[in-house]
């Protein structure tokens, strides 16, 4: 079942919601501005150097300005209908913007189809726009394979609008992005900075108000012939002292344990592998099975990596990459690789002979083969214990939850952390494929408790996957 958030009492909420944040940001207007009133109060009256007083009006203005640059920009977030927030709740369990999935890829279709609203009619009811024979209506519905889309009828055109505006600007995202390119990509539009920025310049507000107001207090006491007592500066001051020292120690303890949790720890690793083997070329473009190569991993804890004899079982035929031009080879750093050259490589390794279509011998007749010395990207620390056919085969997890998309990357990175929080939180949230799984048949009570309704799915932490010693030796 799918459901739409976009029901009338979710919209009431909304509106309630929005009135509010209106009320407060309207009442935190007030209060700064009174703040800012009171600041140029006390600057009338403090003994502050005239050479300074330029300086600080340009604070009190800067600091104006940047609030309401903040206030807005909020504000605006906070009217116009949210396409991603949209797509993300309505549209995202059958449509990627970039990808075909359940539905067509969304980037760029408002071109391909009729104009008029029709867009329109097929999201607040695609089935009556099906029904009354609409060809492009009856071509999409057939083209796949008749699955019927949602009806959206609560949507509001302007909405409508809002998700396919945000189809078309989407971007994807650079996956994980690999140790060598670790910088491209735009960085996520963020208001980080701003807040920064408000935020320093109002603890500066404050430290010169806590200042002005010790200098008002002091041009009083003499005024009253109240005696002053002696300023201390801020550094032999305890108070600040003592703060100092809790704020180091605290950032460097973080900062030092994080450092010890993180050590060994190697995600984004993108090593030079001896061959330039391309998982993209193989089973992208040419759909290769990974267990083809790595078929430990449904039978064992291992996944391996292949000899070059498996590699040899196609390459004593095709000896040279044809594809450049379609996929040119590159590595990271954007250096072209030659594929033909790399397969040459993969011969002197195997000990074959290309020309005389044979292997080289010794006069024992053994093979003058080298074994291929690859990286190892992926690595626990000794004192886990991880097996894959448990979860390749058992737990049928697909390789790319872990190893993120393999098929499209020419050389292997680390995807996953490979931390304890990252393998805990799969096990948390990951529901075991429970039904007509033979493994599982001694759970006799999550079974019963499945068919009588009680529960609805059952988690590989409930089966133990939190316990230590499962994954500790
Ligand atoms: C239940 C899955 C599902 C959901 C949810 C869904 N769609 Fe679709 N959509 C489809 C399918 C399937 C098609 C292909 C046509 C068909 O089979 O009905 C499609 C087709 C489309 C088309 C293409 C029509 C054409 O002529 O090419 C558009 C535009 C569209 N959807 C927009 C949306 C929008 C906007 C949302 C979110 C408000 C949405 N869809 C939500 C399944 C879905
Ligand atoms: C034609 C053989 C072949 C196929 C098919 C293949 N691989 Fe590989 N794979 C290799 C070789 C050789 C290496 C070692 C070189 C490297 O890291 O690129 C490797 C390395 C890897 C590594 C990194 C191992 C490490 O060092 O930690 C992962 C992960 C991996 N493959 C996953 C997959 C997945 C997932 C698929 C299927 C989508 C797949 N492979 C298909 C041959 C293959
Ligand atoms: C099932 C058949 C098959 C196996 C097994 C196989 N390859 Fe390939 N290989 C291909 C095909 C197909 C191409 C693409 C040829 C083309 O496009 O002209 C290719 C291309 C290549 C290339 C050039 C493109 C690139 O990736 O750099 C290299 C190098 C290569 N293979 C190395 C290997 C190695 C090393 C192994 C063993 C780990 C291996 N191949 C296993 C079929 C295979
Ligand atoms: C649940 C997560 C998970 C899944 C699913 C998974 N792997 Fe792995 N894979 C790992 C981890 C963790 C390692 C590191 C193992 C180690 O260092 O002992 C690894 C290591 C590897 C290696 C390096 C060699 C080795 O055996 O250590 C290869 C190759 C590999 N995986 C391929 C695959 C393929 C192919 C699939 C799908 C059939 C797959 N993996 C599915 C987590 C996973
Ligand atoms: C993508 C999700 C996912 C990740 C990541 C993952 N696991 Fe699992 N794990 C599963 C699933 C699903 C099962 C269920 C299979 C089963 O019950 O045997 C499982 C089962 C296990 C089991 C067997 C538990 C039992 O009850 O016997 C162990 C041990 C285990 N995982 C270790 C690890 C370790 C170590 C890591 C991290 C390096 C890890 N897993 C990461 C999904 C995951
Ligand atoms: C699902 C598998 C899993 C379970 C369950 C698990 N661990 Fe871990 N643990 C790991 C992995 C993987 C690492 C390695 C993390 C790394 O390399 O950073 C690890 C690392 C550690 C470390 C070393 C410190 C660190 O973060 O690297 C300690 C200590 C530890 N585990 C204790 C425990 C204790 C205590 C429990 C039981 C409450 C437990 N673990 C349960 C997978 C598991």
Redo the contacts with the bound molecule.
């Keep these: 079942m799918f459901y739409s958030k976009n029901t009338p009492e979710s919209r009431a909420s909304i509106e309630k919601h929005f009135l509010e944040n209106v009320y407060k940001i309207c009442r935190l207007c007030c209060s700064f501005a009174s703040l800012l009133y009171k600041g140029k109060l006390i600057l009338k009256f403090i003994p502050v150097p005239e050479s300074l007083k330029p300086m600080l009006r340009l604070c009190f203005r800067s600091a104006l300005s940047l609030f309401i640059l903040l206030l807005l920009s909020n504000v605006s977030a906070i009217a116009a209908p949210d396409g991603k927030a949209l797509f993300m709740s309505n549209c995202a369990s059958c449509h990627n913007p970039v990808k075909e999935s359940t539905g067509p890829a969304l980037k760029g279709i408002r071109g391909s189809l009729p104009g008029d609203g029709w867009v329109y009619k097929w999201v607040h009811n695609s089935a009556s726009l099906i029904a009354s024979g609409d060809a492009e209506a009856n071509r999409v519905y057939n083209k796949y394979a008749k699955t019927a889309m949602t009806a959206f009828p609560s949507l509001t055109e302007e909405e409508i609008d809002a998700i396919l505006q945000y189809a078309d600007d989407y971007k994807a995202p650079v996956a994980a992005t690999p140790a060598g390119n670790a910088n491209s990509g735009a960085p996520a539009e963020s208001n980080t900075w701003l807040y920064t920025v408000i935020t320093l310049s109002l603890l500066v507000l404050v430290v010169i108000l806590w200042r002005a107001n010790q200098g008002l207090k002091r041009a009083a006491n003499d005024k009253e012939n109240i005696p002053n007592e002696k300023e201390i500066p801020l550094y032999r001051s305890k108070l600040v002292i003592a703060v100092t020292a809790i704020l180091i120690f605290i950032f460097s303890g973080y900062w030092l344990v994080n450092g010890a949790?993180n050590e060994?720890?190697q995600q984004n690793y993108q090593p030079l592998q001896p061959i330039f083997y391309s998982h993209k070329v193989h089973v992208g473009i040419n759909q290769l099975n990974c267990l083809y190569c790595h078929a430990g991993a449904e039978k064992s804890r291992q996944a391996m990596i292949p000899s070059s004899n498996v590699c040899m079982n196609c390459h004593k035929q095709i000896n040279e990459y044809t594809g450049a031009e379609e996929h040119p080879l590159k590595t990271a750093e954007g250096k072209e690789i030659d594929g033909t050259q790399q397969i040459q490589l993969l011969y002197k390794y195997a000990g074959w002979d290309p020309v005389k279509k044979a292997y080289n011998r010794d006069e024992k007749g053994n093979i003058l083969a080298t074994p291929i010395q690859w990286v190892k990207i992926h690595n626990?620390?000794d004192?886990?214990y991880?097996n894959h056919s448990q979860h390749v085969k058992v737990g049928q997890v697909q390789c790319q939850q872990c190893h993120g998309s393999i098929e499209e990357m020419d050389e292997v990175y680390q995807f996953a952390p490979?931390?304890?929080g990252w393998?805990?939180n799969c096990?948390r949230q990951t529901e075991v494929q429970f039904t007509n799984n033979n493994y599982y048949s001694i759970f006799e009570k999550y079974h019963e408790e499945l068919e009588s309704g009680k529960r609805t799915k059952v988690t590989e932490a409930e089966l133990g996957?939190?316990?230590?010693q499962?994954?500790?030796y």
Aim: aromatic share 4%.
């Design positions: 949790i060994g720890r626990l620390p004192h886990v991880f490979l931390s304890m393998c805990i096990h996957g939190l316990e230590c499962k994954c500790h």
